[in-house]
């Protein structure tokens, strides 16, 4: 499948992701949460570990600054390796991969991560994480 697919069938899960976030906790902020979980994942893909070069479609989120923010893990990790492909595991990998960025930024900025750690908010986080896991699936089943 090509990259545009997958960008259209994230953009139309969306939607189901934002309505199973609402069910969930009956607010609408949580099917908002999950909602741009799911539409994170135009930017969180697991055709990451492709080379920004070799994927046009990659270039557009974000342009070149997100091309050299990925361009680590597209060297590290092999193209639809179960580490970047397979649900969770997929998802997961490119969460630490961001988190692991931001942490280092925080870190050299002096910026202290145990008070802003404990001002996170749990479920507003497993709802994000719930809606990026739909798209990451999306995409392994468009792929096979």
Not at 9 to 21: E, Q, W
Not at 59 to 84: C, D, K, N, Q, T
Request: charged content about 10%; glycine content about 10%; proline content about 4%.
């Amino acid at each position: 499948m090509n990259g545009r697919s997958h960008q259209a069938a994230t953009i139309a899960l969306a939607v189901p992701a934002g309505v199973a976030g609402y069910l969930l906790a009956d607010c609408w902020q949580s099917g908002a949460i999950a909602a741009a979980g799911c539409l994170a994942g135009l930017w969180m893909h697991p055709d990451r570990d492709l080379p920004a070069a070799k994927v046009d479609y990659q270039i557009g989120l974000l342009g070149l600054p997100g091309a050299i923010f990925w361009a680590a893990y597209a060297w590290a990790v092999p193209h639809r390796s179960w580490f970047s492909h397979w649900p969770i595991v997929g998802t997961a990998g490119r969460l630490a991969y961001v988190l692991g960025l931001a942490w280092l930024v925080a870190w050299l900025a002096g910026v202290d991560l145990v008070v802003w750690l404990a001002a996170v908010d749990v479920a507003a986080v497993a709802l994000f994480v719930g809606g990026l896991a739909v798209a990451d699936a999306a995409h392994w089943v468009m792929d096979w």
